[in-house]
């Protein structure tokens, strides 16, 4: 089975950071990652597929790149409504464990 | 624009049975993977299991065969049902729609707002 993990479990920032998530699988997903951002008490939301395309609707300032074992999420200029967590998933619908980005 | 909804008793004893519904509105439920994941108090997600509207299904081998999905396309809904429930199954449980076909995966681009199921006697 393939296993996902992220970095860091907890990133503290500030309004107008650069964010940069890293999600790595145990073997090779080729492009097919996904990535979420999930608030308190609500559904996830997708962001990002196949390791680079942004979803619908979602700003451009949310960007994702990588392929085979190694993948980041960078939010180019972090906004007061980003402070979330986020999740990384892939294919086979296994998720990593998550990145809280709070509030320094 | 399709919605989710999820539905299901909000309790359930342990050794039970957890059953819960996800209706599909605004589109239809052809065509499409749907999946149950879950998340419990203060964790991670956690995918449970994925069906095709033709009836294939795919699951958690973590869970140990105590998944069972089923899909109703008369009714725009899919099932999910957990036996033998613990205490560790208490969770927030989501349905979403899973966008893959042969070649491609989409991600999760549909969500439910999510319904809590805990495991009490």
């Known amino acids: 089975d393939i296993q996902m993990t992220q970095s860091p479990s907890t990133l503290s920032a500030s309004v107008g950071d650069r964010v940069t998530i890293t999600c790595r699988a145990s073997q090779s997903i080729s492009s097919w990652l996904a990535w979420y951002q999930q608030k308190p008490g609500k559904a996830p939301k997708l962001l990002i597929y196949?390791?680079?395309t942004l979803e619908s609707g979602v700003p451009s300032r949310f960007s994702g790149s990588g392929s085979g074992t190694e993948f980041t999420l960078t939010i180019s200029s972090l906004q007061p409504d980003d402070f979330a967590t986020y999740y990384c998933?892939?294919?086979?619908?296994?998720f990593g464990p998550g990145t809280k980005v709070d509030i320094k | 624009q399709v919605q989710l909804q999820e539905s299901g008793p909000g309790l359930v004893k342990p050794s039970e049975t957890l059953s819960l519904t996800c209706t599909v509105s605004?589109?239809?439920?052809?065509?499409?993977?749907w999946s149950w994941i879950r998340q419990p108090p203060g964790k991670g997600l956690e995918w449970i299991g994925y069906i095709y509207y033709t009836g294939s299904t795919n699951d958690n081998p973590s869970l140990k065969s105590r998944v069972t999905i089923s899909v109703d396309t008369s009714k725009n809904q899919f099932s999910l049902k957990l036996s033998s429930v613990t205490a560790a199954d208490t969770a927030v449980y989501y349905c979403?729609?899973?966008?893959?076909?042969?070649?491609?995966?989409?991600?999760?681009?549909?969500w439910g707002q999510g319904t809590t199921v805990t495991v009490s006697s």
């Open positions: 196949k390791a680079s």
């Open positions: 998933q892939q294919y086979n619908s296994v």
């Open positions: 605004g589109g239809s439920i052809r065509h499409y993977y």
């Open positions: 979403a729609r899973d966008f893959r076909d042969r070649s491609s995966w989409y991600g999760m681009d549909v």
